[in-house]
């Protein structure tokens, strides 16, 4: 049985021919509810597709719960903080989610800009998919292996913001582009040695349809990306002459340093986008772009802003200019809410974004005065830019939520757990069954550590869900 919409040519067959089932791992029949309804619902669906069912096999799903796809969690009528799921549990808050999206959304369409968000940050098919349906032009990745997993959930036009130039990915874009009608993807090249590894393994393939490149400018010190006009526009030239590919713009990624200053981000991001114009400029004029439409693509979720006039340009042919932040779609409670808040003072927006992502957990044990142990831990929450903060709280019982108070502090996290600390001198803190929501800072690396979320809304019902495909 095969998921509705489900590309066959796009997902071989197991070796040994027959159509093993994808079960649930270590799913036990005799532990596993039916789903509901009693339907034999196909549990080899894949992930995201609307047949998907989630269950107790994941974490953070109720154990004695039934298994019920995505759009079938609201009608079980369960609250968060009516301790329906167990903790920890990461939650979408619908408000600030659908926010998010419409804001970074208007953002592009009032510069004349082209939204194509990072998908790497979620790896959500429906958070593709409700990007996409709020105009996005297409979805990033960063690899051959998450676009195929766009593609699967819709996808039809793409960007990997990064090089391919390995045989099983260039294969693989290959024939991911001859089973999909319709589906434009184009990659990053920066050397003459990756155009070389493309054009050897394009002869051994025999003749096929030249692929999309976009050429990238980097920055030095910083990571991929050519570092000097010369070197981009031989490069370009190379690219033009290539019967392998077939240059359709320039791209650049101006996120990796930003120092959160305005003194120097905004230099570095105008001195970035001054050489991608340059480049834009020669290629268009020696008519090296083989396109239509060519494509200028920049723009994370920490100062967008400052990249996002040098998009626009004027050049012989029509021009795109692609925004690709990903983190936006969440934003968070740390790292990019400080960088959002020049973002809003520079560009004078009346409104920002608003966090969307919070892992849930309980307070399970409150061992000596002042400290109390959080089930959850770095298996569940990120803490590769700054550990997460607590900002709500729900005392054991109640089913509201309230702001955590400012002087709790998560000063340290086991692979299970949280260490919570407050001054037990300076009033009462949190006792045991008290439930705790944790700010994060970085949702990329939250993300990857579940494969489902519910989505809540602002009473913490749970009115959604989504999954991730990492
Ligand atoms: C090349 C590239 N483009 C876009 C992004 C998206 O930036 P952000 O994660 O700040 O949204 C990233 C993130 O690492 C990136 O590496």
């Known amino acids: ?88 549990l990461a939650v979408l808050r619908q ?10 959304q208007a953002f592009a369409r009032d510069r004349g800009l082209d939204l194509a968000p990072h998908g790497k940050t979620t ?6 998919r409700r990007q996409l349906d709020a105009g996005a032009w297409g979805i990033t990745f960063a690899t051959v292996g998450q676009l195929r997993v766009g593609v699967l959930a819709g996808v039809r036009r793409a960007l990997i913001a990064n090089q391919v130039q390995q045989r099983a990915d260039l294969d693989a874009l290959a024939a991911l582009l001859a089973a999909t009608p319709g589906l434009r993807v184009a990659f990053l090249v920066d050397s003459l040695a990756q155009l070389m590894q493309i054009e050897a393994w394009s002869r051994r393939t025999g003749p096929a349809p030249a692929l999309d490149v976009l050429l990238e400018v980097g920055i030095a010190g910083g990571r991929t990306g050519t570092r000097d006009h010369a070197q981009a526009l031989a490069l370009a030239r190379a690219l033009r002459a290539s019967p ?10 101006e996120g990796l340093g930003v120092a959160g ?22 290629a268009d004029q020696e008519n090296l772009f083989e396109a239509e439409e060519v494509l200028l693509s920049a723009g994370g979720s920490a100062i967008f802003d400052l990249v996002a006039g040098g998009l626009r340009m004027a050049l012989g042919r029509p021009l795109r200019g692609l925004l690709r932040s990903g983190c936006y779609v969440t934003h968070d409670h740390g790292h990019y809410r400080r960088l959002l808040e020049q ?17 849930w957990t309980h307070v399970q044990s409150v061992p000596e005065p002042g400290l109390a142990l959080l089930t959850g831990g770095r298996r569940d ?82 009115v959604d869900a989504i999954t991730t495909c990492f």
């Not at 973002?343 to 892992?359: I, K």
């Open 343 to 359: 973002v809003v003072r520079r560009c004078g927006c009346p409104t920002t974004l608003q966090p969307a992502l919070e892992v």
């Open 244 to 253: 392998a590919v077939r240059l359709v713009g320039i791209e650049c990624y």
């Open 1 to 88: 049985m095969s998921a509705p919409g489900r590309p066959q040519a796009l997902i071989p067959e197991p070796h040994g021919g027959e159509g093993t089932p994808v079960s649930a791992p270590g799913r036990s029949q005799a532990l596993i509810p039916e789903p509901l309804g009693g339907e034999a619902t196909p549990v080899s669906a894949l992930p995201g597709t609307p047949a998907a069912l989630l269950g107790p096999w994941l974490k953070g799903y109720p154990g004695t719960g039934p298994a019920s796809p995505a759009a079938g969690l609201a009608a079980l009528g369960w609250r968060l903080l009516a301790d329906d799921l167990p903790m920890p």
């Open 381 to 462: 929450l990120s803490f590769d830019i700054e550990l997460p903060r607590p900002v709500a709280w729900s005392a054991a019982g109640s089913t509201l939520a309230r702001p955590a108070a400012l002087a709790w502090r998560v000063t340290a996290l086991n692979d299970q757990h949280a260490h919570l600390r407050w001054d037990p001198s300076a009033g009462p803190g949190v006792e045991v069954g008290d439930r705790i929501g944790l700010g994060i800072s970085h949702p990329c690396t939250t993300f990857d550590k579940w494969r489902w979320m519910p989505v809540v809304d602002d009473d913490y019902r749970i």
């Open 123 to 128: 790896m959500s098919p429906e958070l593709f």
């Open 95 to 104: 408000s600030a989610l659908q926010h998010n999206i419409a804001w970074m």
């Open 261 to 282: 200053d305005d003194a120097v981000d905004r230099p570095a991001a105008h001195a970035l986008m001054d050489r991608v114009q340059a480049l834009a400029r020669a």
